[in-house]
Nanobody, 124 residues
Framework: EVQLVESGGGLVQAGGSLRLSCATSGFSFDDYAIGWFRQAPGKEREGVSTRRSTDGSIYYSDSVKGRFAISTNNAKNTLYLQMNSLKPEDTAIYYC?????????????????WGQGTQVTVSS
């Protein structure tokens, strides 16, 4: 059974940093694409960053490029999202997701498995 559990969210001031973690089980990063999405109040869920299983190539949305970094610890089956230079517009629930099928990194509908989400709030 595929499971994903996020942690690490919280309240931070603008300009600060947070690191999100996603503990996974039931699959391998070598076989599944995995990534981070977010959903702000009143907005659609959007892709933040994804890692492709075949070659490890990484996608970042334009809004986080240069500030966020995705990484994995295969020994711990854990996905991370290091978020630096946070802005109030980064406030959202952050979800990790996985898929073992064709997908688009900017389209959450193409991902199959989801965690429950972790809240990130950035104050101005």
């Amino acid at each position: 059974e595929v499971q994903l559990v996020e942690s690490g969210g919280g309240l931070v001031q603008a300009g600060g940093s947070l690191r999100l973690s996603c503990a996974t089980s039931g699959f391998s990063f070598d076989d599944y694409a995995i990534g981070w999405f977010r959903q702000a109040p009143g907005k659609e869920r959007e892709g933040v960053s994804t890692r492709r299983s075949t070659d490890g190539s990484i996608y970042y949305s334009d809004s986080v490029k240069g500030r966020f970094a995705i990484s994995t610890n295969n020994a711990k089956n854990t996905l991370y999202l290091q978020m630096n230079s946070l802005k109030p517009e980064d406030t959202a629930i952050y979800y990790c997701a996985a898929v073992n099928a064709p997908y688009r990194p900017d389209n959450p509908a193409t991902f199959t498995f989801w965690g429950q989400g972790t809240q990130v709030t950035v104050s101005s």
